[in-house]
């Protein structure tokens, strides 16, 4: 038998390994710096809703301490966040980093929130040019820098969740995280509770892994080994899923065998399921109404709620399907508010919390040159 073209193939793999982008990594003090591009390189580890990044940057020409935070409009899921209310939760996440990340450079960040406007929820267009905010920083020596940064170079783990039943008083450290009075944050792990959500999560999720467009968004982002990460680094990949010592293998054989779409999705609903089954914690955020503003807060909270958990060796699933808004979701979106909002109120969020696991490999994401534009 010729091994020559499997040799090859597999160098390809192991070069295309060392080209991945390292996590994390503030670029070196010195003369010149601008500490705005250090604030970008660690925001830019937030979460995002299939790992789309979907900010764009743009720094202020007149003031060295201001840049402004823009929807990226070609990292949208039209599918899966008809609304987009995922990506301004997204963006969220990014500016709790990105005020993290000030602080911890020794600056107080003040952050206008759609400078130009709200738009309205349904205004994807002239709305979503604007920019999301403007962040300025102000010297404050001295400040105390919050915690948790630390959390941004470890693993998110998806598989494989201790399971836990949070204490009330690891709730109560995870609820801190809150400052905002139009945001709740409720923690169930009572089984009465626990036995009425995890069936429309995972029928949720099956939904999402069936339905073509939905099932085709993802399967397209899906990045299969380090090659592809480099050339696009947005997107999914099998790192949060799968421990270090078999990725090398599901990398390899997914990248010579893929699965199809329809095979792809029932196996991650197998998993979900498994994962859901097993979790004895969800945490649920609801905001009052579902203004832009107020999902660009509930992403801020959902953000410092995983540096904290992920700070304390805790791991966060993300349970978002039944809160997608496309009409084959829409009974399933009826039922969760139905069952677990009040009137008027929004469920941006909801996640199963349990321990990491260890030996997961970091994530990747856009480098901080690709995010800021002229
Ligand atoms: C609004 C929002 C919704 C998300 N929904 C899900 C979800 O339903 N399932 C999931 O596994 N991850 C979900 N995530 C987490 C992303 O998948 C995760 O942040 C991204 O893949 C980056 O992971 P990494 O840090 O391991 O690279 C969500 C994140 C955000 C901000």
């Given at each position: 038998m010729n091994t020559r073209p499997l040799s090859i193939l597999a160098l390809s793999f192991v070069l295309g390994a060392c080209a991945a982008a390292p996590r994390g990594g503030t670029p070196?003090?010195?003369?010149?710096?601008d500490v705005r591009l250090a604030v970008v390189d660690q925001a830019r580890w937030s979460m995002s809703a299939h790992n789309m990044q979907p900010w764009e940057v743009v720094l202020d020409p007149d003031d060295s301490l201001a840049f402004r935070v823009h929807i990226?409009?070609?990292?949208?899921?039209?599918?899966?966040d008809p609304p987009s209310r995922q990506t301004l939760m997204s963006i969220g996440g990014f500016l709790a980093v990105a005020e993290d990340a000030a602080a911890a450079e020794g600056y107080r960040t003040r952050i206008d929130l759609f400078p130009e406007g709200e738009p309205a929820a349904?205004?994807?267009g002239k709305g979503f040019t604007a920019p999301v905010a403007v962040v300025h920083l102000q010297p404050a020596p001295g400040s105390p820098a919050p915690g948790?940064?630390?959390?941004?170079?470890g693993a998110t783990v998806k598989a494989g969740l201790g399971q836990l039943a949070l204490a009330a008083r690891q709730q109560a450290d995870l609820r801190q995280v809150n400052s905002f009075p139009g945001i709740a944050v409720d923690f169930f792990t009572d089984e009465q509770t626990l036995a009425r959500l995890k069936p429309l999560l995972k029928e949720a999720f099956r939904l999402e892994m069936t339905h073509l467009p939905t099932l085709e968004e993802s399967y397209t982002l899906m990045r299969r080994n380090a090659r592809q990460i480099a050339r696009t680094p947005w997107g999914l990949s099998y790192r949060s899923s799968f421990p270090r010592k078999s990725l090398g293998a599901i990398q390899f054989f997914e990248t010579l065998f893929p699965m199809k779409p329809a095979k792809w999705g029932l196996a991650g609903a197998d998993i979900f399921d498994r994962e859901i089954d097993s979790a004895r914690t969800f945490v649920l955020i609801r905001t009052s109404g579902n203004r832009r503003a107020a999902q660009v807060e509930a992403g801020m909270v959902f953000q410092r709620m995983w540096l904290r958990a992920v700070h304390d060796g805790l791991a966060v699933l993300p349970a978002s399907q039944p809160l997608q808004e496309y009409p084959a979701m829409a009974e399933l979106y009826r039922s969760i508010h139905e069952g677990f909002a009040g009137a008027?109120?929004?469920?941006?969020m909801i996640a199963a919390i349990g321990v990491a696991s260890p030996g997961f490999a970091a994530g990747f994401r856009i480098p901080t040159d690709g995010l800021v534009r002229p």
């Open positions: 070196a003090p010195g003369a010149g710096r990226a409009g070609v990292r949208l899921l039209p599918q899966a349904d205004d994807l948790n940064l630390d959390a941004l170079g008027g109120e929004t469920i941006q």
